[in-house]
């Protein structure tokens, strides 16, 4: 029989049949996607780093049997080690790896190490609930359950402070129950020959994006009701129950509750669009030329690889502006870091002449651009009188979908990928090899990297096209809209 560990686990907290599928069909499992294999190295650099705290540390080292490092852990407790990472512990059929155990006089201080910049109990709890359960069922003396994750003060480069300690002991005590009734179900689970019954819904996606998403949805077409936004959950259970799964098959007479929801599903139902020209002319009216359709591209770090910024700041590598003039001319400018060093200065010298002192300055969600032109006015204090002018003159495109303009097929999504496809359905994302953000930070750190000059080129060429879109596209939907 399978081992029961940590990760075995955090897929029964999600899904029964994502426990099961692990065991029996690996094999249908989707791989990581590049970004998702992103955050995973991350989080392996945030982890090994932090046992850096602990100079008196022992690495229990990896063996391809888990019962090994146990009799290792064992080992090395009975010799007196103080800290352990990677101490394993293996009792009947449950496993379990811990990132730092540290002797304390009262007991054993159990210590997850995670890469968010916060102690979130939905996602960590279960978790290191499960690995005190298993280590006391071991026999092992336990006083203290702590979350070392990122601090959000740190800057870099003074990581002193890079990572803060949360204590959690008393919630795991209180969560301890609930690992125990678990551990009864994944064992009658883990003894079923057969798939266990679970319908798809909104747990498919959350907490994680399950690996088996594209086997249990296959032959899904259509608006279902786990896409509808604020449907309170015994609602959705009602409609489960009735076995309705699209929208389309909700009865019109059923009471949704929520009459954000019920707006969602009628004007879907009904096929709507709501457009208030006039609202729209207005906004349109307060814009003032030359227009700078705007984007930035970003790239974060767990741990902070430029001098002043914090875990997982955004930092621009890349933006695309396209300038509409008063007489209809469109002209385009681009910046595109292409080594791996800090990108912003060159960055801004870049923007401070592409973008005049005057004219409006179109972005897709203006609170992303606001914060990295604040970002950088912070971080390079010389430029911060025009990057702060260019903040006032920013203009969010996206305000008019949320207000004035809703069209049944943007799919209840208001982002410029659901938009571009009907307000201006000439231009297209789907031919790109980058489509969206992550992928562009996945394809930037390859690109710093490459030594292949025509490789290199490539990938740049990727990432210029990419973001060439994305303001191309706010081009043509403000024509769109001007024309309305
Ligand atoms: S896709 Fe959904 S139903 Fe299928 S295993 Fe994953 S969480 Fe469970």
Redesign the pocket.
Known sequence: MAHLTKTAYLAYT?????FW?AAYRPHLAAPPDPATQRRLRAGQEVDVRARGQFPDGRTIPYRPHPEEMASLTAQAIAEGATTLFQATFHTADLLVKVDILTRTADGWHLIEVKSSTRYKPEEHLPDVAFQWYVLQQAGLPLAQASLMHLNGDCRHPDFSNLYALTDITAEVQVYLPQVAADVIVMRETMGQTETPV????R??RQPYA????A???QGVAGATIYDVPYLKRPTEQQLDTDGIRYVADIPPDFALGDKRAAAFVTQLRQQQTAVDADAIRRELAALTYPLYFFDFETIDYAIPTFTGCKPYQQAPFQYSCHVLHADGTLTHHVYLHTTPDDPRRPLIHSLLEHIGETGSIIVYHAPFEKGRLRELADAFPEHATRLLDMVDRLWDQLDIFKKHYRDYRFGGSNSLKSVLPVVAPALSYQSLAVQNGQQAQVVWEQMVGEGDTAVKEQLAAQLRAYCHLDTLAMVEIHRTLVNL
């Open positions: 999600q899904c029964r049949k994502a599928m679970v319908g798809i819904g747990h498919c399950c690996a088996y998403y086997h249990c949805w």
